[in-house]
């Protein structure tokens, strides 16, 4: 139901706990419409979309990866995944002998045995098959694409906290990256579109590349914390929440956005909840029961947020087809001809 940024009767309807923050004025009271600026989006999106990535793309939590092959695409590429005895080792899905697939491989003593006659492939390669670098970083993993212009040895990771209770979701979407990024580029929507978990928002500091929110979150109904969340992005395919203050200072969520294929996204996000309070250890010990709590909220804004992407990705189509689509203000973060040409050739 919409509701105006702040509405007094509604604030007294809220039971905040944890900890108070000091109050933040002048407060813009303006209707979340006219705060929500298609042009800042556009431009924080451009920015750091021109981020060096070093060819580097999330994938998927470490955790999911055993000794049997998972197969993922990047790029339109496919591969293979699975874990030996040294680690996670990534490579490309075609067998280098006649190309049956290695995702139906089975797996001997850390390498794949293929299905069709039986070569054994590993990390020391065969016959220009090789596998690609990969980087763990503890909680995500990371494939990075040789023959991409810029490449560095290791992705850029935003400051985690140290000793954090994570967990990872991933979902996939019919949009691409930068669709998922302008999306998340966006908070002032969060009190409209996702009232379930958002009681109040104000964007209380914003400059060119990050923005920051005071938010009132719902645990329960009426029962809310508050805090507030700085959105930035250090790579041209990643934003990074982070609590700046109020409860759970620290914690952070980093939301990926993996191209998969022409039109279609890989969501990877990974939240790393910390906390001050001495309770925190205790929930680190609960953490086996506390993640599918963490991921059911992650996904259940994600499924919405998902649309939201899709849905400028279906804009931009019709507008690239010139069916007259006209929205007052929409102006995706690719918005130039040229890239808006790029983006129907599927070379985002
Ligand atoms: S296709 Fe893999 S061994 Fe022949
Ligand atoms: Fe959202």
């Not at 419409?33 to 998927?60: F, K, M, N, V």
């Not at 790029?75 to 490309?92: H, K, L, N, Q, T």
């Not at 939201?308 to 929205?327: C, I, M, N, S």
Request: overall charge positive; proline content about 7%; some cysteine.
């Amino acid at each position: 139901m919409p509701s105006p940024p702040f509405d007094r009767r509604a604030e007294r309807r809220l039971l905040r706990v944890g900890r108070v923050l000091p109050p933040r004025a002048p407060l813009d009271l303006r209707p979340a419409h006219e705060q929500a600026s298609a042009a800042w989006i556009a431009q924080a999106a451009r920015l750091a979309g021109a981020l060096p990535g070093g060819s580097w793309y999330a994938i998927d939590a470490v955790a999911a990866i055993g000794a049997t092959p998972r197969c993922y695409h990047v790029r339109g590429r496919a591969f293979v995944v699975w874990r030996d005895s040294d680690g996670i080792v990534a490579a490309p899905e075609a067998c280098p002998h006649l190309g049956a697939s290695l995702a139906h491989a089975r797996a001997s003593a850390g390498k794949l045995i293929c299905p069709w006659h039986g070569l054994a492939l590993g990390r020391e390669g065969h016959a220009g098959w090789k596998p690609l670098r990969v980087h763990d970083d503890g909680v995500l993993f990371w494939l990075r694409l040789e023959g991409e212009r810029e490449l560095l040895a290791a992705p850029i990771l935003p400051a985690r906290p140290d000793g954090a209770l994570s967990a990872v979701v991933r979902i996939e979407a019919a949009c691409e990256p930068r669709d998922v990024i302008a999306n998340r580029l966006d908070p002032w929507h969060g009190t409209h579109y996702h009232p379930h978990s958002f009681a109040r928002l104000h964007v209380i500091e914003q400059d060119e590349r990050a923005i920051t929110v005071r938010v009132a979150y719902r645990l329960l109904g009426r029962i809310v914390i508050e805090v507030d969340a700085r959105f930035h992005c250090p790579d041209p395919r990643t934003i990074a929440m982070t609590i700046v203050r109020g409860e759970g200072e620290g914690s952070l969520v980093e939301t990926h956005a993996t191209p998969i294929a022409a039109g279609r996204t890989a969501i990877v996000e990974a939240t790393f909840a910390t906390s001050a309070r001495p309770g925190f250890e205790t929930a680190r010990r609960l953490a086996p029961a506390l993640r599918p709590l963490i991921r059911w909220a992650a996904r259940r804004l994600w499924i919405e947020d998902a649309a939201y992407a899709e849905r400028l990705y279906h804009l931009r189509a019709r507008q690239r087809d010139g069916d007259g689509v006209r929205v007052s203000g929409f102006r995706h973060p690719d918005a130039t001809d040229a890239a808006q040409t790029e983006a129907a050739r599927g070379n985002t």
